[in-house]
């Protein structure tokens, strides 16, 4: 005969109440704090851990100091980092900068990333530790070793900051542009982060006794959260975009050719570059000593040629006091392969670093060749030879002879940029694309008949750049070789922009970040809701969980070396109940058997 009703539900309400008594009590999972105490403070011996009193503060003034000042190592590491994850467009101009300097190429910005990201994953894993033993009503001890690591750390981030900062600070400009394609991204993070905090956080604000304390912990945290809930009334991406917006994507000029796949400047890498999709070609053109135009972006040869082998004792004189004869001597494709800027040597095949070792210094004629019978446009910087040379004087008009003598190119294909001696330049070849290389008047542009911007991606408004495009101005940016900055550039409008990458950047069908306004706004209010609807269970848990603790301890929690006691009120009347099963079994028969609650121990 089965059991009667009422001793059903006398059953069912045992177990909910086991239910609630387990949901009440605080466990402490032995091996886990153990782990967390040894890795945070060496306290791998379970006597040296100290269980925070409940009201308590969660450590002594000095660990609170050490405490604050790994935040704030968080906060800026967590700063350098993704500053310089996001300047990775501009690697190559760094490590060309250190090279000038010092005298040898290292890759020295692959290094300092992964050093930043190294000291980045070592605070963050100890505020993960920190965290967790708070969660456990631990006391926190960090450990001295890890006390000056976090000085090493934060010494190394605002050191860091501040030289980047003082030599190459329009990297600043590039963070404030990442924020338009990332902003909202980093916005979902930020509040699923604080979502997680939120357990720590209640869990010591209905534990801390003091008014000022409990005052200070949730007000800092609803500020932060609040500022994140509304950040994205603020924000602005030119990737916002209704359907149908969205205008072609840039025009490739590869920058030197293709830089990333031969070594610049070559006929191999302009090559390339049409390879790779490639509409235009930009390079850099001087004079030699006896009057041939050739591409050399440096004032000397010593980073792109093998000069110091050839010519040992001319090392550091300027490129321009060569001859012809001389520069033809030169082997100007060797370096790709033992430098490897890009870290792209290793993907070339057999015959491609045959060709690249046998590269010599080209010659614009040859370039505009290449580009006459590719059809495609060309943009070159020309630099005025040095005093003491010959051509000091002619130096444009030596080059407009290449142009309209030597080569086959039609001047409507040359994007004419040198500044000087433009009004002379216009009357000798009218049909050259006069190019600027500064952001001016619309009207002013006109007049002396600008038909094109090249500007650096820093300038980049997509206000001025429609302004510019209304007038039948197009816009080049460069140099661009990551895909979020040429995302970025698609959205904004730019019609070209310059890249070290064109074999990447050609394989990009759409924009990385594009979203419509509503996409956007779903994305933003559902985060935002859910964010605030899991703290809102979370605090109202820790409340109740809180003052049932204190209820079924007499409303007065009593303490055993620092932590809550047993629970072991009402709970004869539960197993008693629980003892009897559907077949209506007796207490202490092998089918009536449960298995004990676990209670806090400290053993």
């Not at 924000?235 to 030197?256: D, N, T, V």
């Not at 990447?504 to 419509?516: A, N, Q």
Request: glycine share 6%; proline share 5%; with cysteine.
């Amino acid at each position: 005969m089965g059991p009667s009703p009422t001793t059903l539900s006398k059953l069912k309400l045992g177990k909910l109440r086991v239910v609630r008594r387990r949901l009440l009590q605080r466990y402490e999972h032995q091996p886990y704090v153990s782990c967390l105490a040894g890795l945070y403070g060496c306290q791998w011996r379970r006597y040296q851990r100290t269980r925070a009193t409940p009201g308590d503060c969660c450590c002594s003034k000095l660990e609170c100091v050490s405490f604050a000042l790994l935040i704030m190592t968080f906060c800026l590491t967590l700063v350098f980092l993704y500053f310089w994850s996001e300047a990775q467009n501009d690697y190559n101009d760094f490590d060309w900068f250190n090279f000038g300097n010092l005298g040898f190429w290292f890759p020295w910005s692959v290094v300092l990333l992964v050093i930043a990201a190294a000291f980045f994953s070592y605070v963050t894993l100890l505020l993960l530790l920190a965290v967790c033993l708070l969660s456990e009503g631990q006391k926190l001890y960090l450990h001295w070793g890890h006390k000056i690591g976090i000085l090493v750390t934060l010494a190394f981030s605002i050191v860091a900051t501040a030289v980047l900062s003082d030599l190459w600070s329009k990297e600043w400009t590039t963070l404030l542009l990442s924020f338009q394609v990332t902003a909202p991204y980093l916005h979902v993070g930020g509040v699923l982060l604080m979502t997680l905090l939120s357990w720590p956080i209640a869990l010591h604000f209905f534990r801390i006794n003091k008014k000022v304390g409990r005052t200070l912990i949730m007000g800092l945290y609803l500020a932060v959260l609040c500022a994140l809930y509304l950040v994205p009334l603020g924000m602005y991406s030119p990737c916002l975009k209704k359907e149908g917006a969205l205008g072609p994507a840039p025009a490739l000029i590869g920058h030197r050719g293709a830089p990333m796949l031969a070594p610049e400047n070559t006929l191999m890498s302009f090559e390339k570059a049409v390879e790779a999709g490639g509409e235009g070609l930009e390079t850099d053109v001087t004079i030699s000593y006896d009057g041939v135009p050739f591409l050399m972006h440096d004032h000397t040869l010593r980073r792109t040629t093998n000069v110091q082998k050839v010519f040992p004792n001319r090392t550091d004189a300027p490129a321009a006091m060569f001859t012809w004869g001389e520069l033809e001597t030169l082997n100007a494709g060797d370096w790709f392969l033992y430098r490897d800027p890009f870290g792209t040597a290793w993907s070339m095949g057999a015959e491609d670093r045959a060709q690249a070792q046998n590269q010599s210094v080209c010659t614009l004629r040859d370039f505009l060749e290449l580009a006459a019978q590719r059809g495609k446009q060309v943009i070159f910087d020309l630099y005025r030879p040095p005093r003491g040379h010959p051509y000091r004087d002619t130096w444009i008009t030596r080059t407009l002879e290449v142009i309209q003598n030597e080569s086959s190119i039609h001047s409507h294909q040359v994007l004419w940029l040198p500044p000087d001696l433009r009004s002379l330049v216009q009357k000798m070849d009218p049909d050259l694309q006069q190019t600027s290389g500064s952001w001016s008047p619309v009207e002013e542009l006109q007049q002396n008949h600008i038909v094109q911007l090249n500007l650096h991606y820093s300038s980049m408004s997509t206000e001025m750049i429609s302004e510019y495009a209304a007038a039948n101005i197009s816009t080049n940016l460069y140099v661009i070789s990551q895909p979020w900055l040429y995302s970025l550039a698609w959205c904004s409008g730019a019609q070209s922009v310059t890249t070290n990458s064109p074999q990447l950047l050609y394989k990009l069908t759409r924009p990385l970040f594009l979203m419509t306004p509503d996409e956007y706004n779903l994305m933003w209010v559902l985060t935002d809701v859910v964010s605030f609807i899991l703290i809102l269970f979370i605090f109202i848990f820790h409340w109740w969980r809180e003052r049932g603790l204190a209820f079924y301890s007499g409303s007065k929690p009593t303490l055993e070396h620092g932590t809550y006691s047993k629970f072991r009120t009402e709970m004869s009347d539960v197993w008693s109940i629980s003892s009897v099963n559907i077949l209506g079994e007796p207490a202490g028969s092998p089918l009536a058997t449960e298995p004990n609650l676990a209670t806090v121990s400290e053993h």
